[in-house]
């Protein structure tokens, strides 16, 4: 990528700030960013990964979707919503074996790539890269861990419910004081049905079931919660 370039000049802002990149100093963060290209796929586009082997990318404006697919069945699950400062194809960078979690863009998306080699070389080379990678890590196995113990544990109803409260605008809506579900507003309820392990059709109506209860309700298209603590006290949340 080249030095002063409006996505250089983008990427090192976020690199600066994210949770694994930001000890690194400038002259670090500028020998990584010399060592990747920044590419860019519109709404919906999947992202080319090659069973994650070729690239290590890093998000840097967007998000992005890591799911898994049912050949048989055709059904997706959403394991990861990854922002601006994640990486992924992680398990190829530790490994070198592929896997079929497939990365598609949420909305317009731009993200760094880098060869895969090229990227394992940063981690020998900068150690303060290794000591940030295990809480990170550490963070993404906790998310999946919290996934499969609600799959297993909650009913679908619950599940939204969860998922609801993890994307809710911490601060309410200015006219109506009442509190946005950020994500939810972005994608569709086919998406919602991956993220909580369910179907369209269920997370529809168990939405309209909410709204009926007077738990949320829609706004020039935006969904909003009226009734937080009873939402949480509803679902032991």
Request: aromatic share 8%; with cysteine.
């Amino acid at each position: 990528m080249q030095k002063g370039s409006i996505p250089y000049k983008s990427s090192l802002d976020v690199l600066k700030s994210s949770k694994l990149f930001g000890s690194l100093d400038e002259k670090e963060l500028d020998t990584i960013l010399q060592s990747c290209r920044y590419e860019t796929f519109g709404k919906s586009e999947s992202i080319y990964n090659d069973g994650g082997t070729e690239y290590l990318n890093i998000v840097i404006n967007g998000e992005i979707k890591l799911s898994q697919t049912d050949p048989s069945s055709g059904r997706s699950i959403t394991l990861f919503i990854l922002r601006p400062g994640d990486i992924f194809d992680v398990f190829s960078l530790l490994d070198g074996r592929k896997h079929t979690t497939f990365p598609s863009a949420l909305q317009s998306v731009g993200i760094l790539r880098a060869d895969m080699n090229t990227a394992r070389e940063w981690f020998m080379k900068f150690p303060e890269l290794n000591v940030q990678m295990l809480p990170y890590l550490g963070s993404m196995m906790r998310e999946l861990e919290a996934f499969s113990e609600s799959l297993v544990f909650d009913d679908t109803a619950t599940r939204l419910a969860k998922l609801i409260l993890k994307h809710l605008h911490t601060e309410a809506d200015e006219e109506s004081e009442f509190f946005p579900v950020t994500l939810i507003n972005r994608v569709s309820h086919e998406t919602v049905a991956e993220m909580i392990g369910s179907v369209r059709s269920v997370v529809t109506t168990q939405l309209n079931k909410f709204k009926r209860e007077g738990l949320v309700f829609t706004k020039r298209g935006e969904l909003l919660v009226k009734e937080l603590e009873t939402l949480k006290e509803k679902y032991n949340l």
